[in-house]
């Protein structure tokens, strides 16, 4: 796998990859040998907003004034503990993803994921000032069953995004000229 590096703070933010990818999985436990988390979602948990936000509040401890909204969701990725984190980052694994992939929420989700990651993988706020804490790496892995990276591609295409595609991958990040 070329291209993506889920162990530090560089682009891409989330990933698409079949079940059992080796290069991902190597990269996962590279993560965690740094002292960094993997945390892993049952994709069943992922098919309303509703799901999405209980699913993420409660693997990931989101604070209590968690909005149960888009923007919160955003907001709360950017601003994770150390607990969660490690001090260094997380990789949220999303299991048998073929399930969500049709969900009608699936295209903001990953905007969502990638604004998230996009902010805490950075050093600086919005407006470019340095922040109070390093850069944490933020990354989403999503794992198929039957991985078809041009139906991922589709169904992910959408202005905010640059979408991606290796020989065993789909990646997305935000784009620069809407986001930055």
């Known amino acids: 796998m070329t291209g993506v590096d889920i162990t530090g703070t560089s682009k891409p933010w989330v990933v698409f990859v079949s079940r059992g990818d080796t290069g991902i999985h190597r990269q996962l436990s590279g993560l ?85 990651a996009d902010r805490a993988n950075s050093a600086v706020d919005l407006d470019g000032f340095p922040l109070d804490r390093p850069a944490i790496a933020e990354h989403f892995v999503f794992e198929f069953r039957q991985f078809d990276r041009e139906k991922v591609a589709l169904r992910i295409e959408q202005p905010d995004l640059t979408v991606t595609t290796g020989d065993s991958f789909v990646a997305a990040t935000l784009n620069p000229r809407m986001w930055h």
Do not use: M
Request: proline share 4%; net charge negative.
């Open 32 to 116: 965690e040998a740094k002292g960094g988390r993997v945390y892993h979602f049952d994709s069943r948990d992922l098919i309303t907003e509703e799901g999405i936000y209980r699913s993420f509040a409660e693997l990931l401890q989101f604070p209590g004034c968690f909005g149960r909204n888009w923007d919160s969701v955003v907001d709360c990725l950017d601003d994770l503990c150390g607990a969660v984190t490690g001090g260094v980052g997380i990789a949220g694994v999303i299991h048998d993803a073929d399930r969500v992939l049709e969900a009608e929420p699936f295209p903001l989700f990953v905007s969502v994921l990638c604004q998230g």
